[in-house]
């Protein structure tokens, strides 16, 4: 038999196989168990029901166990088509319900989401490990993987194979069976931590607030806090008073702003101690998954955690993801410690009596910063609208990348808050992808933001199609007559999000598994990181800062004052990022026995020298990046390690223009667009002309000239 009969025998076994899946389904109304019909795929999310994701999940389970077993049986020789390829698309229905049942997670966590998700966790871990520890899979792969440059395959799916032999293996498919059901074992408990963890986080922030009953005691704060507060207690039934949580739209004003000494410490202390004690202690939870990645390791054959994971990526060594926090921490706790005079003097200066703790960094920089740039936020905000920035959002990337986005208002959303996009190529108009957002806090949504898509780019079942993207903020909502008006910290948020959606919108990756952001964790920042340049940049600034009631732009000396104090309170901001990223690398590094989670949070906080004034911007009980799962564990310093690459790449587009349309077309064909179709650094080369320079972190945070 012909190659070409036998790839078209093994597509036709695959496509009954996922005829006969659907038919082992429960529920033929399953919106999961079909293919979506609607516009580009778009998730029909008003006929998907809580009930619909677990009969769901197990019809993929079963669906991709069969196709397992059409690779497995195949008699032919094992190659790209025969093997890869199915790979690609194991699962469509798994496919279907697990992008959006992460995304509820997430976003949509409601009390009956999450007790579902409780049963349906242990099923995708399930589904995980039935690819990733199946033998004969491996060996399947392992074939392929070694005749790899005798096959005639192009360098991208060379790459597409490489990736696959690696990532089966670090996921222990070449372990004897004893270490499998170790691991199986391990994961599992893993798994069911990374649930409790989140539960705990969730509730434990839900059920916090802090209530005023003295209309004085807000003194300082911006009304539109104010107003939130008001329309807060409302809500709890508390007419005539102010609640304040510790959502950020809620805690980061009192921190900045409220003159009441005793409310920023009632907020910040309740912020730093939350999930510490309780019914949602979290340190029982952190102690047993610091074990637990500990022998993980020893069963992966590693010394430690923090060994197995950097050994993935670009850094390769816990030492050298160490050796360059601490080139970047040492001269940020320097700058920190002329902050904190400066801050310490305003307080002496007022007979505040009290030597600066870390409650009063927000507030007492907040003045340093009016005192040195004569600026204000609250005199800003009113410029930043969430439409206004939006405008700005999407103005730099048609200017740059050629893209623009149409809403649709008649796309389907899972909540009407949520707006979603039509991204076209500006010039033609051509789809390029779906983009989904989801700006403001509730209660069954988790901190934070961050940016994630229902569907990649890439080769499916049916052809080729295009990505749909999301981003999720917690940004203020609008109260009253005033719009969400956003800080400027929000701002960078927005930026930065939207650069990672940009490398998924963009990406013309041809597989699936090197599409988009499917790359090296400590690379993947960089795209999100460079686009944060855009959001203050005085030629951008003067076409969407809007003043939201009168409608002026914002003035050349506010737009001044912006950016002669961007480089401002970097020692603090530096400080708490590389202090957090190195007590993340010493969890990793722990046998895991004896722990005491606080003991041990002093213990690093005292070795690498932090500040008092400053702690680490996530203590470990709401530590979600790497507690709540394994994504950022053991790889918090990709975020500075990134920011090398950023800073370095962006001083390029400083040299050109920040507009520069030969610039900007070289990052978006070499960076955005190419995902991992090439190891990262010799793309990052391409691009910038050069090895990357460590040196341009330090000027852009103002620690060198």
């Given at each position: 038999m012909k190659k070409t009969d036998l790839l078209k025998l093994t597509w036709l076994l695959l496509s009954c196989l996922f005829t006969t899946s659907i038919a082992m389904a429960d529920d033929s109304n399953n919106p999961f168990l079909k293919p979506y019909s609607g516009k580009y795929q778009i998730p029909p999310f008003n006929e998907i029901k809580t009930s619909d994701f677990i009969p769901a999940i197990k019809a993929g389970i079963e669906e991709q166990k069969q196709n397992i077993w059409a690779i497995c049986v195949n008699r032919a020789v094992p190659d790209f088509d025969n093997t890869i390829l199915p790979l690609e698309n194991l699962s469509p229905i798994l496919d279907r319900v697990a992008s959006v049942f992460y995304h509820y997670d997430g976003a949509m966590s409601t009390d009956e989401f999450a007790q579902m998700a409780e049963e349906?966790?242990?099923?995708?871990n399930e589904a995980a490990n039935q690819v990733n520890l199946n033998e004969e899979l491996f060996n399947k792969i392992k074939a392929v993987y070694d005749r790899r440059n005798e096959m005639g395959l192009s360098p991208v799916q060379i790459r597409v194979v490489e990736k696959y032999y690696r990532e089966f293996a670090e996921q222990g498919a070449a372990l004897p069976e004893d270490k499998k059901k170790e691991l199986i074992r391990v994961n599992d408990e893993l798994s069911k931590l990374f649930i409790q963890y989140n539960k705990n986080l969730l509730n434990a922030t839900n059920s916090f607030f802090v209530t005023v009953y003295d209309?004085?005691?807000?003194?300082?704060?911006?009304?539109?806090?104010?107003?939130?507060?008001?329309?807060?207690?409302?809500?709890?039934?508390?007419?005539g008073l102010w609640v304040f949580t510790l959502h950020a739209p809620s805690r980061l004003p009192v921190l900045q702003s409220a003159k009441n000494?005793?409310?920023?410490?009632?907020?910040?202390?309740?912020?730093?101690?939350?999930?510490?004690?309780?019914?949602?202690?979290?340190?029982?939870?952190?102690e047993k998954i610091v074990a637990l990645r500990a022998e993980k390791a020893k069963i992966m054959g590693f010394d430690n955690f923090a060994q197995m994971m950097t050994s993935r990526v670009m850094a390769g060594t816990p030492e050298a993801a160490t050796n360059l926090l601490l080139q970047v921490f040492e001269p940020a706790v320097n700058r920190s410690a002329e902050e904190v005079?400066?801050?310490?003097?305003?307080?002496?200066?007022?007979?505040?009596?009290?030597?600066?703790?870390?409650?009063?960094y927000y507030y007492y920089a907040e003045k340093v910063k009016k005192q040195k740039y004569d600026l204000d936020e609250s005199e800003v905000r009113p410029y930043f609208s969430l439409e206004n920035v939006l405008n700005g959002l999407?103005?730099?990337?048609?200017?740059?990348?050629?893209?623009?986005?149409?809403?649709?208002?008649?796309?389907?959303?899972?909540?009407?808050?949520?707006?979603?996009?039509?991204?076209?190529?500006?010039?033609?108009?051509?789809?390029?992808?779906v983009f989904m957002t989801d700006y403001f806090p509730r209660a069954s949504k988790r901190q934070g933001a961050w940016m994630d898509q229902l569907q990649s780019a890439g080769l499916y079942e049916d052809g080729n199609r295009r990505p749909i993207v999301y981003n999720v903020g917690n940004f203020t909502r609008p109260a009253g007559d005033t719009p969400?008006?956003?800080t400027i910290d929000e701002v960078e948020t927005t930026f930065h999000e939207f650069g990672h959606a940009l490398q998924s919108i963009l990406s013309r990756a041809p597989y699936r598994s090197i599409a988009g952001t499917n790359v090296d964790r400590d690379y993947v920042e960089m795209c999100s990181q460079i686009n944060e340049h855009w959001a203050f940049a005085p030629e951008l600034l003067k076409t969407y800062a809007k003043h939201y009631k009168t409608g002026e732009t914002i003035p050349d000396d506010l737009i001044n004052k912006l950016n002669n104090a961007s480089k401002f309170n970097q020692g603090f901001i530096t400080t708490e990022l590389a202090g957090a990223a190195l007590l993340d690398l010493e969890w990793g590094q722990t046998d895991g026995s004896n722990i005491n989670v606080p003991e041990f949070e002093a213990t690093v906080a005292e070795k690498i020298g932090m500040p008092k004034e400053i702690t680490f911007r996530y203590r470990s009980p709401y530590f979600k990046h790497i507690f709540g799962d394994d994504g950022y564990a053991s790889g918090y310093y990709t975020y500075l390690w990134s920011q090398v690459l950023e800073a370095d790449a962006f001083e390029l587009f400083?040299?050109?223009?920040?507009?520069?349309?030969?610039?900007?077309?070289?990052?978006?064909?070499?960076?955005?667009?190419?995902?991992?179709?090439?190891?990262?650094?010799?793309?990052?080369?391409?691009?910038?002309?050069?090895?990357?320079d460590a040196h341009a972190l330090l000027r852009l945070r103002g620690f060198e000239d």
């Open positions: 349906a966790i242990p099923l995708l209309e004085n005691d807000l003194e300082g704060l911006p009304e539109s806090s104010v107003n939130t507060a008001a329309e807060e207690a409302k809500a709890r039934g508390l007419d000494r005793g409310l920023r410490e009632a907020i910040y202390k309740g912020y730093t101690t939350l999930a510490s004690y309780g019914d949602y202690n979290n340190y029982p939870i952190i005079a400066d801050m310490q003097a305003i307080i002496d200066a007022e007979g505040g009596n009290f030597k600066l703790q870390p409650w009063d999407f103005t730099a990337a048609e200017r740059l990348y050629g893209i623009k986005m149409v809403e649709m208002p008649d796309a389907p959303k899972y909540m009407d808050e949520v707006t979603v996009y039509d991204v076209v190529d500006s010039k033609t108009g051509e789809h390029v992808a969400a008006l956003l400083e040299q050109n223009g920040i507009f520069d349309p030969k610039t900007a077309n070289s990052f978006k064909t070499i960076i955005l667009e190419s995902g991992d179709t090439e190891d990262p650094m010799v793309l990052f080369e391409r691009f910038r002309g050069h090895k990357p």
